[in-house]
């Protein structure tokens, strides 16, 4: 990814699988544009998901898309490298980088023009596309923590940016405690 500047990073916990699809829910609206808070705004975004296998990044991914409006089976593009699906006026792109070899690859196949339009692009494994690949608007980086993920969501553009100060996030305290009294 080329460099950028970090313009707003926040944190959260997400205990399960229901934590998860909730902040989906919430980043939804935003990208498609039907979020209050972004009337009269371009609706579409890129997002980078990177994280370790199994740490929850295609759960993520579907979850968005579902949220967005995808119906149907949303398969992981693990081996085509690219779902895509379309919403109405927009179209929602999926990319998996992990089989990349080379971090030209992505060019070579042509997803360049995908990044140029407005749609939403959510990338899972961006960094194996290096330096060549945009930054995002937003990264969420999913890390194991206890039985949940630990979420740390940066933004990289103004969009990313709005996109953070609107979500309504949950009071935390990580980690969990148990409360005196509990069984």
């Not at 960094?127 to 206890?146: N, S, W």
Request: glycine share 8%; charged share 20%.
């Amino acid at each position: 990814m080329q460099e950028q500047k970090k313009l707003k990073e926040i944190s959260l916990f997400l205990a399960d699988e229901d934590a998860t699809v909730a902040l989906a829910q919430q980043l939804a609206p935003m990208l498609t544009g039907t979020h209050p808070a972004f009337a009269g705004q371009a609706p579409g975004g890129r997002i980078h998901l990177k994280g370790d296998l199994g740490a929850g990044k295609t759960s993520f991914a579907r979850a968005l898309l579902r949220a967005c409006g995808v119906a149907g089976r949303i398969k992981s593009p693990s081996y085509a490298l690219l779902e895509s699906y379309k919403l109405f006026n927009l179209y929602c792109y999926h990319l998996d980088f992990y089989r990349l070899s080379d971090p030209r690859e992505w060019l070579d196949a042509g997803f360049r023009e995908i990044l140029q339009k407005e749609a939403i692009i959510l990338i899972e494994w961006p960094e194996q596309a290096g330096a060549t690949l945009p930054p995002p608007d937003l990264e969420i980086h999913l890390v194991y923590a206890d039985a949940g993920r630990q979420a740390h969501l940066t933004a990289y553009s103004n969009k990313g940016t709005s996109w953070l100060t609107t979500l309504v996030l949950p009071q935390q305290e990580y980690p969990p405690q148990d409360f005196p009294g509990d069984a």
